[in-house]
């Protein structure tokens, strides 16, 4: 159950850095030439469906972590 806790901090620790790396493309994008500009936000919409579809993900894997600990309570408790 440890290590399980342990991958689901480090894949929530990967998110948090692929929405910065989202937020700073957009920064730069937005303020950069507006001839690639329609290719870039496509690239970064990507980007961002790709975080989204991570974070939930990672809060499906938490919400099952709680049933289990749920279950593993009644079973010991």
Known sequence: MRALRS??????????AVSR????????VRSGAEQ??????????????????????VEVIERQLAEMRTIAEHRHG
Do not use: K, W
Request: aromatic share 4%; glycine share 2%; charged share 30%.
């Open 36 to 57: 690639s500009l329609p290719l870039f936000l496509g690239y970064l919409e990507r980007l961002r469906l790709d975080a989204d579809t991570a974070v939930a993900a």
């Open 21 to 28: 790396v989202v937020m700073e493309l957009n920064h730069d």
């Open 7 to 16: 991958e689901v901090a480090e894949l929530r620790s990967s998110v948090d």
